[in-house]
């Protein structure tokens, strides 16, 4: 049995480059190696941790993007903690409804407050319905507000 699945991400040329850019995001994250062709500088892997989830960057040429049918779920504790993943995985990238952005290398990214799945499992119906109405008119999300909506309130 395998010890771990690993994610392997594929870059055209930047993966040491995005592994440097993830680690200074994500508290608790580091380089742990690179591979580089002998005899030269050129990068073939980068394995990095990211709060010990190991992951691989691969530069594998242009063949390649990255597709939203693949992302990463980030959980916030707190609002303050969403703004300051949404401000650090937009920059440079783009943001998307409900939640989702792309970095500056196309990863899709869904940046979510704890807490959200409470709403939408509220056993009054009604109110899970406002607070995913809500969310449905958001990029980058805001607890209170779909709270505020859930309770009936306008957003």
């Known amino acids: 049995m395998p010890k771990a699945i690993t994610p392997n991400l594929w870059f ?3 993966a040491e480059e995005a592994a440097e850019y993830y680690c200074s995001i994500f508290p608790d994250s580091r380089v742990v190696d690179v591979l580089r062709t002998p005899g030269s500088e050129t990068v073939l892997t980068v394995d990095f941790e990211l709060q010990g989830q190991r992951f691989t960057g691969i ?3 242009p063949e390649f ?4 049918a693949v992302s990463f779920l980030v959980e916030c504790a707190d609002q303050a903690e969403l703004d300051h993943y949404w401000e650090r995985l937009t920059d440079g990238g783009e943001e998307g409804p409900c939640g989702w952005c792309k970095d500056r290398y196309g990863l ?5 407050p704890a807490g959200m799945d409470d709403l939408f499992r509220d056993e009054d119906r009604e109110r899970a319905r406002r607070a995913i109405e809500a969310m449905y008119g958001m990029h980058k999300l805001d ?3 779909v ?3 859930a309770d009936g309130a306008t957003v």
């Open 12 to 14: 055209d040329t930047q």
């Open 108 to 112: 899709s990214w869904q940046v979510i």
């Open 147 to 149: 709270r505020a909506a």
């Open 65 to 68: 993007t990255f597709t939203e």
């Open 59 to 61: 530069n594998g040429g």
């Open 143 to 145: 607890l209170a507000a």
